[in-house]
């Protein structure tokens, strides 16, 4: 079947291209609700490396998504069903290193054509099915909610069973979730958020303390911290952290960054810290974050805060459109109604 | 119910270059017809998609679906008739013989060489045809249209009220048969489409907005483009 798809082909500047499907092979899926990222926007608005620009576009956008299975020749879905997609794509097993770590794993929308797709074609292994009456538009970011899920299950595994007070370093979307999940994951402990807008911060109510970065409590201590910052206020993010936390407690680095972070290694010594990062999820992450869904309909609930801005997208231009919406947003997601 | 109904009445004279008709040409390596088909079978809302095609073709019709997009139950192809109505009147035939005609049953027809129709396009059709009981898919005219008896120009109508169409065009079947049966023999020579049924009789034919790659495959030229199409990106 003649696919079309709409790339990137350089910053700002969208095409359109058709592609053949083969039907025999995969799922063939219709997305119906997408969902831009940061990093998106940074191919988006040419902020990536030129390099990195010049080997990777023409390229279609999009990790975050869900969509209607179509046609599925092998049998495993049935048509109407509906699914999020897996944009990781492992391409070998790996005993010890996670499919989203492993180098050879292609990425939607970073080394293989995202989701900005008339169908997708996509392995029945990629696909999990949604809980019915699921709201759609928070459904399409189920991805960035795997990767906070990812976090803390990294964060289970490696940090040391005292886990008091967490701290989470940001107030923007990552942050927003992986504070909230930390708060129904780990319900025992204490989530404290660090931000720099109190607006933001306001929306953090599952939180049980906000604090403006520039106004920390002298006697606070946390066990282990997440940083949700990433790039310019890395650097600050991660010294006030070390600085925080107590000894052998562990640090999550969430935040993307464009540039090298300087980093007190000094006192990770001495505090004896272990600092790993976490990035993107792999499939068992995508079950994990849907279950939750099913378990505690307070998750949906609360993440349904971030949806921001809604945009039809009928035509072609709509996509450029709903891009530079997201550009102006301060806060939440841009949610894309994929009707093209 | 809905029904898609795939138009391959055509016998290829005006692609010149060979007596095979045009919808057996090949892009990609595949009949454009496959091409074409397929952008319908993923869609689960239609009951069937009938492919209607010249008498002396349909055994090939049904040879190549079967090699080039595997054996298929939702495809029904049968005998095309003289004109291009006449082709549609034989699918709803197939339908009323086949399965249930009543005020409500859709048809969604196309011609067989637009394999480029997306799915949006499909759907909205699909709706429209619901709600008002017919339309037509159309792209806004981009050159000027001059009127004539042939030999100089009688008028230059309002390009902003000008569109092109395109398919698919999709109608209530039975309230389209009947409208054509109404019609007299005067009326159906003057046709150039279905639409222009209900036009000639005074009723709505909503508009669906095309796309202009929803091209149509008529002249070698055309086949070119659609070749380099699955090959090369549209700018904009």
Redo the contacts between chains.
């Keep these: 079947m003649i696919n079309t798809i709409y790339r990137l082909r350089s910053p700002r500047r969208f095409e359109i291209a058709f592609d053949e499907l083969d039907l025999s092979s995969g799922v063939i899926v219709r997305p119906t609700h997408l969902s831009i990222c940061n990093a998106d926007q940074r191919y988006y608005q040419g902020t990536r490396d030129i390099r990195v620009l010049k080997e990777k576009l023409p390229m279609a956008l999009i990790h975050e998504g869900i969509g209607q299975v179509v046609y599925d020749a092998g049998g495993s879905f049935n048509p109407g069903d509906k699914v999020v997609m897996v944009p990781n794509i492992p391409c070998e097993d790996d005993p010890y290193i996670a499919e989203n770590y492993l180098r050879t794993s292609k990425f939607c929308g970073s080394s293989a054509d995202g989701f900005l797709q008339e169908y997708i074609c996509i392995e029945p292994e990629r696909l999990v099915l949604l809980p019915e009456g699921l709201d759609p538009d928070v459904a399409a970011f189920t991805e960035l909610v795997s990767v906070s899920v990812h976090a803390v299950t990294r964060f289970e595994q490696i940090a040391h069973a005292r886990r008091n007070d967490i701290g989470v370093w940001g107030d923007g979307n990552l942050a927003f979730i992986t504070s909230l999940l930390l708060k129904k994951m780990l319900p025992e402990s204490r989530i404290h958020v660090f931000g720099i807008s109190r607006e933001k911060l306001s929306d953090f109510s599952f939180a049980d303390s906000t604090y403006l970065t520039t106004d920390i409590p002298e006697d606070l201590q946390l066990d282990h911290a997440f940083e949700c910052v990433g790039g310019n206020g890395s650097p600050i993010a991660i010294e006030q952290i070390i600085d925080l936390i107590r000894p052998e407690g562990t640090i999550s680095i969430l935040g993307v960054s464009e540039y090298p972070v300087p980093v007190n290694t000094r006192m990770i010594l001495e505090k004896g810290l272990r600092m790993f990062g976490t990035s993107r999820s792999g499939k068992a992450d995508f079950l994990r974050t849907v279950q939750l869904y099913r378990d505690d309909p307070e998750i949906p609930m609360y993440l349904s805060r971030l949806v921001g801005n809604t945009v039809e997208i009928n035509t072609y231009p709509d996509i450029k459109a709903a891009f530079e919406i997201d550009t102006k947003k301060a806060f939440g997601k841009t949610i894309l109604h994929w009707n093209i | 119910m809905i029904f898609a109904v795939i138009l391959a009445g055509g016998t290829g004279s005006r692609m010149g270059v060979s007596d095979t008709p045009k919808q057996f040409l090949e892009i ?1 390596g ?1 009949p454009i017809l496959n ?1 074409t088909i ?2 319908f ?4 809302r239609f009951e069937k998609i009938i492919v209607l095609s010249p008498k002396k073709w349909v055994h090939h019709t049904k040879e190549i679906i079967r090699k080039h ?2 054996k298929t139950d939702r495809v029904a192809v049968i005998e095309g008739g003289a004109t291009r109505n006449e082709t549609i009147m034989n699918a709803i035939a197939y339908i009323e013989r086949e399965f249930t005609l009543d005020d409500d049953t859709i048809i969604v027809t196309h011609d067989s060489v637009r ?2 129709v ?3 396009i499909i ?1 909205e059709n699909i709706e429209a045809a619901i709600r008002t009981g017919a339309c037509d898919t159309v792209i806004p005219a981009t050159d000027t249209i001059v009127e004539s008896e042939g030999v100089a120009i009688a008028a230059i109508p309002d390009r902003r009220r000008m569109y092109q169409g395109q398919t698919p065009q999709s109608f209530k079947a039975k309230m389209l048969r009947d409208t054509y049966m109404s019609l007299s023999d005067g009326e159906k020579e003057i046709l150039t489409d279905a639409a222009k049924i209900l036009v000639l009789k005074g009723k709505t034919v909503s508009l669906v ?1 095309g796309e202009t ?1 929803n091209i149509k495959i008529t002249y070698p030229y055309d086949l070119k483009i659609a070749r380099s ?2 090959e ?5």
Excluded at chain 2, 41 to 44: S, V
Excluded at chain 2, 232 to 236: S, T
């Design positions: 990609k595949k091409h397929e952008k079978l993923p869609n689960p997009t595997g394999p480029f997306t799915h949006r759907e907005r790659f199409l699955l090369e990106e549209i700018h904009d």
